[in-house]
């Protein structure tokens, strides 16, 4: 059996599953609890588990994010949210200097197993600073995981991976996939992390792409169809540990690569991947590796802007083209 | 007169005596140790940086004392005192200042990251305000996991003006963690003294009802008196009675780091803070109150003899080997990014 449900209600239900799962699991963040969460992606958690384990906490990033480090240290397994990605910049201490490494300047006493859940990326018209995929800040510490599920089954599979995890996890819900749905599985999903999905088949080009860019990536191979192209796509679902096997493999087959990511051009996770590609697939190739990406600048407000600066399916359209030519 | 000597003519104590005694034991042996680590780093054996307690070493004392064995110390890069003070041994602490493999931490640490899992002390934080959220961080466990355990947070005046300081005073009263937050006032903030740049007299006391707490200042170099407030704070934690925030007033003998001599300080001021030198004042009010000179002799040769010892054991320990580089960057123990 299976239902159709929303990336929302997959986000409540990957936590009621893993809070029921082991009782070490704890949830908190800001208005989390009695509002069931900005995005109403944490509803009825509170109710089911109470205010010991789902638990509100002021505006207050460092106080949230240091709550998890010593909880995680000390035996829980703390979840917490970060409202929004962008907020990631008022704890980056936490994130960037203590969370990820502890472990390693102790030489492994301290271990870390924590989640920070936080809502990522544009497409809902907040403006530069409510809007920002910073999933390529995660990947460049040592010492994070980093994940970002593109569909509600993943979310409640690598959720429950990542709250499993004996590692700390970064984990990006794009936020604008909030309202999408996708078919899940009843009973308990549990996937494991690092392992790279092709959702489409294809043998001229690989597409790699990530959260809210795997439904345009498909999108774009079902139109290049259409025109001839066979695109491969692969959905990366986890940053950190990179699937390059998976990717690696398929260029191979293909000779081809493009990579659609939300977050601005520079130092973008596409970079790694085709910096990757060129020194392993060099030989195999036979086009430009090329990038798709937000262009670098802060992203806009207003729909217009904000829809003709992210990926588009159009835009992969065309880079797939152009390589395949 | 040697230890076995000692230990042949034991003499009638008090429970109290018996206090007194191991602050004394506490505070002569890290002095000893900090001034082994300032020998060791002119001498070129201590690398990088380091920050020592000298003239501070009653406030690790006095709570080390206070503080049940599984209760959890969270300190800042002046931590070697409170990493000792829980009786990490002096060897693993040697080790990590040299950066050998016999270091606490294998020698990835050093002087500001002394940690040591299975004596409680959960790390030496660098960077200023962190771990007091971190702090509170353990106090929820424990409340949570029901262990009564009590988190201890050590961390200097500078913290008071940081944003984390705030954050976590907050949260933690707001939870009701048992948690005690010692600020250990020594009048400087790096080469700034405190009250140029703080709003208030006392830079902790003088926040503490913006959270609703008692605002508490203790003689930071007098170990009964630390030992004394230290002990009302934890038991109150131990007992639900929520968190507690301590400003203990105390002087570095020295300047910031090893690179700071300290010139901005007054030399009167230095003058009158040196005549409350913890080690000698609290020797002279021991044998005020009738403890055997000898005992107080012993508990000094012995710290001597110790940290001798580990001094040699560090020294002759090896360097890490290239490839711990690599390892526990994740919990499998490696740094695999990719397959």
Redesign the interface.
């Known amino acids: 059996m299976a239902e159709l449900i929303t990336y929302r209600d997959a986000v409540a239900r990957a936590l009621a599953q893993e809070m029921e799962h082991d009782p070490s699991v704890?949830f908190i963040g800001e208005d989390v609890a009695a509002a069931g969460g900005v995005f109403k992606a944490t509803k009825g958690l509170l109710e089911e588990f109470g205010p010991?384990r789902v638990?509100d906490?002021?505006i207050?990033e460092?106080?949230?994010?240091?709550?998890?480090?010593?909880?995680?240290?000390?035996?829980?397994r703390?979840v917490a949210e970060i409202m929004f990605s962008d907020f990631l910049a008022t704890c980056w201490?936490?994130v960037a200097?203590?969370i990820p490494k502890?472990?390693?300047?102790?030489?492994?006493?301290?271990?870390l197993?924590l989640v920070i859940r936080t809502a990522n990326g544009g497409g809902l018209r907040f403006g530069a600073q409510h809007s920002q995929a910073v999933e390529n800040w995660a990947m460049a510490i040592?010492?994070l995981k980093v994940v970002a599920p593109s569909n509600p089954r993943d979310v409640i599979g690598l959720l429950a991976a990542a709250i499993r995890?004996?590692?700390p996890v970064v984990f990006f819900e794009q936020k604008s996939l909030y309202p999408s749905k996708g078919e899940v599985p009843d009973g308990e999903i549990v996937d494991t992390l690092?392992v790279a999905s092709t959702v489409h088949s294809g043998s001229d080009v690989t597409i790699v792409a990530l959260a809210s860019m795997v439904p345009r990536a498909v999108a774009a191979a079902e139109e290049l169809e259409g025109l001839g192209i066979s695109a491969e796509v692969i959905d990366l679902r986890c940053l950190?540990?990179?699937?390059?096997?998976t990717v690696v493999e398929s260029v191979k087959r293909t000779s081809r690569l493009v990579t659609v990511e939300e977050n601005p051009r520079l130092c973008g996770w596409g970079a790694e991947i085709v910096s990757?590609v060129a020194e392993e697939c060099f030989w195999h190739l036979d086009g430009p590796l090329t990038r798709v990406t937000t262009p670098h600048i802060p992203l806009p407000s207003a729909d217009a802007l904000e829809d003709a600066f992210l990926p588009s399916v159009s835009r992969i359209v065309e880079a797939a083209q152009k390589v395949v030519q | 007169m040697s230890t076995t000597e000692l230990e042949t003519t034991p003499r009638e104590m008090s429970d109290a005596d018996h206090t007194s005694l191991g602050l004394y034991e506490q505070v002569v042996r890290i002095r000893t140790f900090e001034e082994r680590a300032y020998r060791l780093f002119m001498e070129g054996l201590v690398k990088g940086t380091s920050h020592l307690s000298l003239g501070m070493e009653a406030i690790a004392a006095g709570f080390g004392a206070a503080m049940r064995r599984d209760d959890?110390t969270?300190c800042t890069y002046r931590g070697h005192a409170h990493t000792l003070a829980r009786g990490t041994p002096m060897a693993g602490v040697m080790g990590e200042l040299l950066g050998r493999a016999s270091g606490v931490?294998?020698?990835?640490?050093g002087s500001m990251?002394l940690?040591?899992?299975?004596h409680g002390v959960?790390?030496s934080?660098a960077?200023i305000?962190?771990?007091?959220?971190?702090?509170?961080?353990?106090?929820?466990?424990?409340q949570?996991?029901g262990s009564g355990?009590v988190?201890v947070c050590f961390f200097g005046d500078g913290t008071t003006n940081i944003?984390?300081f705030h954050?976590?005073l907050?949260?933690a009263k707001?939870?009701n963690l048992p948690v005690v937050f010692v600020c250990e006032n020594n009048l400087y903030m790096e080469y700034t003294a405190i009250g140029e740049v703080t709003a208030v007299e006392h830079p902790a006391a003088d926040r503490a009802s913006a959270y609703g707490l008692e605002s508490i200042i203790v003689d930071g170099n007098d170990p009964d008196a630390v030992y004394a407030v230290a002990t009302t704070a934890i038991d109150r934690a131990r007992a639900g009675g929520g968190p507690s925030l301590i400003e203990a007033k105390t002087y570095r003998h020295g300047g910031h780091s090893r690179a700071d001599p300290g010139q901005y300080r007054p030399e009167e001021e230095v003058a009158a803070w040196m005549q409350r030198d913890p080690v000698p004042t609290y020797r002279a009010r021991l044998l005020g109150a009738g403890i055997d000179e000898a005992l107080l002799t012993a508990i000094e040769q012995r710290a001597q003899a110790d940290v001798d010892a580990a001094t040699e054991q560090a020294r002759a320990a090896l360097p890490p080997d290239l490839q711990?580089a690599y390892?526990?960057?994740?919990?499998?123990?490696g740094?695999?990014?990719?397959?």
Not at chain 1, 62 to 76: D, F, N, P, V, Y
Not at chain 1, 240 to 245: G, I, K, M, S, W
Not at chain 2, 105 to 109: H, L, P, Y
């Open positions: 704890y010991e638990r906490t002021p207050s460092e106080a949230i994010l240091g709550a998890a480090m010593g909880a995680a240290m000390t035996g829980l703390p201490d936490l200097v203590e502890s472990r390693y300047m102790t030489d492994g006493q301290v271990s197993p040592p010492g995890d004996p590692d690092g950190v540990p990179l699937d390059t096997a990757i | 959890y969270f931490c294998g020698g990835k640490g990251h940690t040591s899992v299975e959960m790390g934080y960077i305000g962190a771990h007091l959220p971190i702090a509170n961080g353990a106090a929820w466990s424990a949570a996991r355990q988190a944003g984390a954050e976590a907050n949260l707001v939870w711990a390892t526990n960057v994740w919990a499998d123990g740094s695999s990014w990719r397959n």
